[in-house]
Structures are given as structure tokens and as C-alpha cells.
């Protein structure tokens, strides 16, 4: 099973001007990146105001990667036709299949994707990505929403998971010094709840 990770910023309004420039970024974790992956659903207190009946939340086990094993350079994201998308996405709103399709474009745009070269390629993403996972939680009050699209390919279908008004509840990194690898847990929950929900599973 593969699994991919899309973080929009989308339309945020006037507050857009004050972010910075890494701060607009959209970002994009590859499957290389992710471990494993966990949607939790809480019951909502019945104080709260919302009008769905669970909490989502992504829990994201992901790699801090210093070197692409030769194994898994053949089934690397990066390698693979990234740039498609099936029929699944017709099923959620067309800008945010818009806003992916740029984001995938952008973060693929110019890198010489071949094995040779896989390792400084994934490295370096992923040392931007967990860059902007830091900066995202610092600008919890500057960005009053994003959207996170969880994309999941089990055993030929493709699913599809859109949490909107989504925020970084916990990002922690773990390494160790000697060989350099690590891993890091991403928590993401919703800032604000409304009734709309989009999931998508379609071969």
C-alpha cells in the first residue's frame, strides 16, 4: 500500500500577504516518506460547536531519510508516474485536483529522476518538507486554514481523504547520530468542522 500526503493552502484571503515565502508553500510528502499512516475517528464533545459526528484525524509516521536503500529505489515515488491521477479525483472539488496537479508538477519541475541521482533528490525534499511542517505549526494563528489530502493506493484502487480547515496538532522528529536516519510523527487535526467530507474510492 501506498500512501501520499497533500497540504493546500488554498484561498486564505488577505492573510496570505503576511506569510512568508516558505510559509505559502504547499507541500507534498511523497510515499517514500511515509511509514505508516492512521485516521483516527473521536467522538466530538457534545459542548462543542460543529455539526459532524466524529473528530478526524491523520496520524503520519514518516521517514527522516539520508539514503534511498537500492531496494526500494525501484518502487520509489519519485520513479513511478507521479504526475497521474485516476478517475478517483473527479470525485472531489476541482480545485483542489487543480491545486495538486500544480503542487505534484512544481515539486517534480526539473529534478533528473533517475536512480543515479534518486538519493540527493529524495533527501533534500524531504529535508524541505519537514522545513515546512515546522513552519506550518509555527503559523497556526497567520494560516486560518489549509486542506490535507490523504491519498491511499490499496491493491489497484485509489482513496481519497480531504480533511479541510486542517492544522498541525503535533510534529515531532526522532534521529539518531550516528547513521543519520530518523523518522518523524505528524498529527493533523481540524481547526474548524463543517459538513463536508469527500471520500473517494474508485479503481
Known sequence: ???????????????LKELSAIEK???????DE???????????????????????SYIIKGKIISEVKDTEKKNSD??????????????????YYDDVRKLVTTTYSGLNLSPETLNDNVT????????????W???????PERTAILELIKNGYTELHVLENAYAYLLEEKGTTGDGNGEFNLVIKQKKRFDKKYIVSIS
Open 1 to 15: 500500500m501506498k500512501a501520499r500526503l497533500y497540504i493546500l493552502n488554498g484561498d486564505i484571503g488577505v492573510e
Open 25 to 31: 508553500e504547499d507541500i507534498l510528502i511523497s510515499s
Open 34 to 56: 511515509i511509514s505508516s499512516y492512521t485516521i483516527k475517528y473521536d467522538p466530538i464533545d457534545s459542548k462543542a460547536e460543529c455539526n459532524v459526528p466524529v473528530n478526524v
Open 78 to 95: 519519485f520513479l513511478l508516474g507521479n504526475t497521474e491521477f485516476d478517475s478517483s479525483w473527479s470525485k472531489i472539488p476541482q480545485n
Open 124 to 135: 533534500k525534499l524531504n529535508s524541505r518538507n519537514l522545513i515546512k511542517l515546522k513552519y
Open 137 to 143: 505549526m509555527e503559523a497556526f494563528f497567520k494560516v
